[in-house]
C-alpha cells in the first residue's frame, strides 16, 4: 500500500515560515500532478496547492498564493510546500496525495487523489 509521508509542520507566530516535505519512499511518483490539502478542526479538506510532474504547471487557492510555493524534486520523489508570512488562519493538518488522473496541474478535486499520507499538523498562534 503506498502512502505519502509527510513532515515539517510544527508552531510557529504569524509571520513565520516552514517547509514542508512530501515524500513517498520507492514509489515513482513521477507521472502525477501532487497536491498539498489542508484541515482545519470543523472544517472541510481544501486544496491548497498543485504541481504537475514535470511540466512546471501549478495551482495556488487565492488563499495562499505570493505566500505559499510548490515544488518538486522527482529524483528524491519528494514535493516541497515552501510557506512564508504564515498567518493564523493556516492553522491546519496538512497533507500530500497524488493525482492519479492527472499529470498536469490543474484546480484540485478532492476524488482524483489518492495515496494520501497521516499529515503533519501546522498551528500558527502568537
Known amino acids: 500500500q503506498v502512502q505519502f509521508v509527510e513532515s515539517g509542520g510544527g508552531l510557529v507566530q504569524p509571520g513565520s515560515s516552514l517547509r514542508l516535505s512530501c515524500a513517498a519512499p520507492?514509489?515513482?511518483?513521477?507521472?502525477?500532478?501532487i497536491g498539498w490539502f489542508r484541515q482545519a478542526p470543523g472544517k472541510e479538506r481544501e486544496g491548497v496547492s498543485v504541481i504537475g510532474y514535470s511540466d512546471g504547471s501549478t495551482y495556488y487557492a487565492d488563499s495562499v498564493k505570493g505566500r505559499f510555493t510548490i515544488s518538486r524534486d522527482n529524483a528524491k520523489h519528494t514535493v516541497y510546500l515552501q510557506m512564508s508570512g504564515l498567518k493564523p488562519e493556516d492553522t491546519a493538518v496538512y497533507y500530500c496525495a497524488a493525482n492519479t488522473m492527472r499529470s498536469r496541474a490543474t484546480i484540485p478535486i478532492l476524488h482524483e487523489f489518492n495515496y494520501w499520507g497521516q499529515g503533519t499538523q501546522v498551528t500558527v498562534s502568537s
Open positions: 520507492g514509489f515513482t511518483a513521477e507521472y502525477y500532478a
